[in-house]
């Protein structure tokens, strides 16, 4: 009775529009084992890149923010000094912690020299947190090159630092992103960050992001080397005082001041564990997602990426059997659109270290990220942001307004 009434005085025309959008749906879905065949030859990392010839080592100063990160500061630190760079130092910034993370520094500075100590004990109205800490940094670097990186980094290859600066003078780049491995602990990490992957991929291709015809610009902030000259022609972190997602709004000025940026794949040489837990994933892909995109007809145009290419052959296979005469094509179009998505996904899925079986998640992830893109919505019309202890208006690209601790650790 039920298939009766639903498919009473179905128009043909629909059942046939219905299955040509999900065929069309899986045709494109194949057409991106091309683009993963092309992800090979994507520009990777190695270690033979640091015995590339290139003249005297440049002094390298590396840049650490860190606002209550007791958990991971130590391990941070410990990993860039073990780099095999000949000639560099750490300036390591305790940004207003409440915890352990300036004694921390302290202590493993007694131990090194090559650890400089910054203590950051107010935020100035208008500055985003960890751009202010960045700036202050910079204000004791002594390096002709400047590394930007991020507390909860983990270093496992020592020449990280070595073949990056010689990647970059080899290859003439004046801003150079080298993308982490990412690390998922948890159930939520594996079910959202592969999806939340392909979101930033369909916007920020490497391929495109290395064009330098091409307006398209992509940064990771857990890993950005630049000379001390174009971080001075992009106007330093003052230039981008009060954004949160400071990565990004620095690769798009150097894409509008014709400086040379790359991003290139880490190998492994180092890792980072974005958020663990699922209110703490939620907080921080809505906001990578604002900052990303930060406009209506980006932001639509990813939800309806996710909605149509991702759910809506699903939803159609869940459908079908209800929908009397008309199931039949539509549970055998969304039944060849899903075996299309999972066998890319199957590939896909290791690229961003994770099993490839956990692409059976893939709807449910997809689901989380349509919900955080709309979430980051609310952010584009004004909703206040709160992020590492602060809050923002005017979403994740307002200024300062205040801090929900106020607290502070100093020694």
């Known amino acids: 009775m039920l298939s009766e009434a639903v498919t009473f005085g179905w128009p043909p025309s629909w059942t046939a529009v219905w299955a040509g959008l999900l065929a069309l749906i899986g045709l494109v879905w194949l057409r991106r084992h091309l683009n993963l065949s092309r992800a090979r030859h994507d520009p990777v990392l190695s270690p033979a890149d640091a015995e590339r010839g290139g003249g005297p080592w440049p002094r390298l100063s590396v840049l650490v923010a860190a ?37 921390i520094i302290n202590e493993l500075a007694a131990r090194d020299t090559r650890v400089r100590p910054v203590h950051v004990r107010s935020l100035p109205a208008g500055w985003a947190g960890k751009n202010h800490a960045m700036h202050q940094g910079t204000q004791f670097a002594t390096g002709e090159y400047l590394c930007f990186t ?47 992957g392909a979101v930033m991929v369909f916007w920020f291709s490497p391929e495109r992001v290395n064009n330098p015809r091409s307006p398209c610009a992509y940064a990771n902030g857990a890993f950005m080397l630049m000379s001390r000259a174009a971080y001075a022609r992009l106007g330093g972190h003052e230039q981008c005082r009060s954004v949160l997602n400071e990565d990004m709004h620095l690769a798009r000025e150097a894409k509008r ?28 892909w809505s906001r990578i997602f604002y900052g990303c995109f930060g406009t209506w007809p980006r932001l639509i145009t990813s939800a309806v990426f996710l909605s149509v290419f991702s759910l809506l052959p699903w939803a159609s296979l869940l459908a079908a059997p209800f929908l009397g005469s008309a199931g039949a094509w539509i549970g055998a179009a969304a039944g060849l659109a899903v075996v299309a998505q999972q066998t890319v996904l199957w590939r896909f ?32 019309a004004g909703r206040q942001t709160r992020w590492r202890g602060t809050s923002y208006a005017g979403g994740a690209q307002g200024v300062a307004v205040g801090l929900v601790s106020s607290k502070r650790l100093g020694p």
């Open 257 to 284: 001041a014709s400086l040379r940026l790359q991003v290139l794949r880490g190998g492994g040489h180092y890792s980072v564990r974005m958020y663990v837990g699922l209110g703490a994933i939620w907080r921080g």
């Open 67 to 103: 606002k209550d990160e007791e958990d991971n500061i130590g391990r941070c630190l410990t990993g860039l000094l073990s780099q095999s760079y000949p000639d560099f130092e750490v300036i390591a910034v305790n940004d207003r912690s409440t915890d352990r993370t300036g004694e």
């Open 150 to 196: 991020d507390a909860d980094c983990r270093f496992h290859e020592p020449t990280l630092l070595a073949a990056a600066v010689r990647y970059a003078q080899a290859e003439q780049v004046d801003f150079l992103s080298v993308l982490p491995q990412l690390d998922a602990g948890t159930f939520w990490e594996r079910v959202v960050q592969p999806p939340a």
């Open 349 to 380: 899925y290791p690229l961003s270290g994770i099993g490839a079986a956990w692409a059976l998640s893939y709807p449910l992830g997809a689901t989380l990220c349509l919900g955080m893109t709309c979430n980051a919505m609310t952010r584009l």
